[in-house]
């Protein structure tokens, strides 16, 4: 390891001190280095808790003895879970024949849209989902998901009353420990571990990627102040799942905040596209590059990797990668741009899909329609206009040809699935898109582009600050023409 940064030292300092603390940590700035240093300054008995069980094991090398490391499953498990044992790991059913158990046989009307038992049944299982990530004591109104189609609060308050019976008679359900109906999964005995106000047994607690924690986390963490010293470490500008209940716990924290501002990862000109991104979305650190790490700003011909915005996005690259004679890998594999495929498929041949973006169309033509003039629906542009013009039989042809990340030449990836890795030489895909223009001029009468989106914006830092040698902006080269591109703004 290099010798400590002027803010790491900080860093020890304040947790010799005994403070809580909160470490902003921008891309590549050593935050796993620097809470091993904080480790090593004591023989106080910590916990690591990482973001999965393949964080946990490769931190594992790298702490001292006294460090524990790994996830909250794992420490759930150890005291809650195994009790469920006999429960997990069981037979995979459709959602919807565990809707029949449950009691849910019958379809309703909800204005034009037929929500079948089984978009019910799927709906149930989504609510309960949403309560295990939650810091809520009991199922409510709010957990239950918005489906596309009934966007509108008087038909979504028709759901609700529909789906909420069913979903609280599934967690009473998932309380058993022996059998039941519903299938056991990690996130419930991790709910139920949390509702039982536990105590972690340790002097100090690490807790990585705080900017994307999940309210019941965040609930059973920041109850151990009474006995636990609290250090958490995340970098808020990397905060990306707030679409899926996680939230920034670092902001509000009660403790002593620092940041890490030297990257390790890129030079200085990739530090300063970085900076752009973190100045619109209001981050709370500004990045410094390294200076001996030329990292240039450039078209790449043959990247390394191609970082897109969406799952379409990703799937049209795949597509172009292979056409031109390339082994390509897909972060996180194909399961996903599959099961879009399969439901276009299923659709366009007049069958009803179970895919939960998708269950309540009962036609391609339906969905066609909701996302050419539904405002709520414009998302959904993009995929219908590839499977229209490419076909479904394509794209699952391309999933098949996928390789592994191993033997590829190039790996396509979500921004989402980048996140934490890192690769020489990226190109960002097209489908960044600019915000859309305002109704106003500038003094030459051109229109002034909209206003950047925060999420958007902390997207796009994490996708150009995946690379160490050469960057192509790509899709986000439209940013230096944007009122907003400037750092000093």
């Known amino acids: 390891m290099h010798s400590p940064t002027d803010e790491q030292t900080a860093a020890v300092d304040a947790f010799k001190a005994g403070e809580h603390l909160a470490l902003q940590a921008g891309a590549g700035t050593g935050k796993t280095s620097t809470l091993v240093l904080l480790a090593s300054t004591t023989p106080r008995h910590g916990r690591y808790i990482a973001f999965n069980k393949p964080i946990a094991l490769d931190a594992a ?11 909250a499953h794992a420490l759930a498990y150890a005291t809650t879970g195994h009790l469920y044992a006999r429960r997990l790991g069981g037979p995979r059913q459709a959602g919807w024949k565990t ?3 449950l009691g849910i046989t019958k379809s309703m009307r909800i204005a034009e849209r037929d929500v079948s038992h089984k978009a019910l049944s799927h709906t149930v299982l989504h ?15 709010h957990h239950v998901p918005p489906l596309r189609g009934l ?3 008087e038909l979504h308050t028709q759901l609700v009353e529909a789906v909420l019976p069913f979903a609280r008679k599934a967690w009473a359900d998932l309380q058993h420990p022996d059998d039941g109906i519903v299938r056991f999964e990690h ?4 709910k139920i571990w949390a509702l039982t106000d536990p105590k972690i047994d340790a002097d100090f607690l690490l807790l990585d990627e705080a900017q994307d924690t999940n309210p019941v ?3 059973v963490f920041t109850a151990q102040r009474t006995h636990a010293q609290l250090v958490m470490v995340g970098d808020s500008a990397q905060a990306i799942y707030g679409w899926r209940g996680a939230r920034d716990i670092m902001t509000g924290f009660n403790g002593t905040a620092l940041s890490l501002s030297q990257s390790f990862r890129f030079g200085p000109r990739l530090a300063t596209e970085a900076n752009r991104w973190l ?4 981050a709370p650190i500004r990045l410094a590059g390294t200076t001996t790490i030329p990292t240039e700003l450039a078209p790449v011909a043959r990247p390394d990797a191609v970082l897109c915005r969406t799952n379409v996005g990703a799937m049209t690259e795949v597509m172009t990668h292979i056409e ?3 082994r390509v890998a897909l972060a996180g594999g194909g399961d996903s741009l599959r099961a879009l495929a399969t439901a276009a498929r299923d659709l366009k041949d007049g069958r009803r899909t179970w895919h939960p973006e998708l269950l309540l169309f009962a036609s391609w033509g339906e969905l066609q329609e909701y996302a050419e003039h539904d405002p709520a629906g414009g998302d959904l542009r993009p995929f219908v206009d590839l499977i229209d013009q490419q076909g479904a039989e394509a794209v699952l042809a391309a999933v098949d040809q996928l390789a592994p990340e191993s033997q590829a030449e190039v790996t396509v990836s979500t921004a989402h699935r980048a996140k934490g890795r890192e690769w020489a030489n990226v190109r960002i895909a097209s489908d960044f898109k600019p915000p859309k223009d305002t109704d106003q001029q500038d003094a030459n009468g051109v229109p002034v582009p909209g206003p950047i989106d925060d999420a958007e914006a902390r997207l796009a830092y994490v996708a150009v600050t995946r690379t160490r040698t050469r960057l192509d902006l790509g899709g986000l080269s439209w940013i230096h023409g944007h009122p907003d591109g400037s750092p000093g703004r």
């Open 324 to 326: 031109a004679g390339l």
């Open 127 to 141: 609510t309960v989902r949403r309560y295990c990530h939650s810091a809520d004591r009991t199922i409510t109104r």
């Open 61 to 71: 090398k790298r702490f001292p003895p006294t460090v524990a490391c790994t996830t």
């Open 187 to 190: 996130d419930h005995y991790l």
């Open 99 to 101: 809707g029949l158990a």
């Open 279 to 282: 100045s619109i979305s209001g």
């Open 217 to 219: 986390l965040e609930q």
């Open 151 to 153: 966007e509108d609060p």
